[in-house]
């Protein structure tokens, strides 16, 4: 192998190994919260609760409003 091949294995090898740690980190800590603890002790962690159907509800209004806007804008011009 030449050594700008040996450079880019060896890239690619470390980049791999850094996504690979910190996935293994993201799911241990995911893995704590959802058990009640947190990753540095062991205090109780509440996750919030969202509430999909009112977020999208809100989405929706949100959106009706913003085309409501851009009519009445072009109207005036």
Do not use: H
């Amino acid at each position: 192998m030449d050594k700008k091949a040996k450079i880019a294995a060896a890239i690619s090898a470390a980049v791999t190994n850094y996504i690979r740690i910190e996935e293994e980190s993201l799911m241990m800590d995911q893995g704590a919260l959802f058990a009640g603890q947190s990753a540095s002790g062991g205090a109780q962690v509440t996750l919030p609760v969202i509430n999909i159907w009112g977020f999208s509800g809100r989405q929706a209004i949100m959106q009706t409003r913003n085309l409501m806007q851009m009519k009445a804008f072009s109207r005036s011009r």
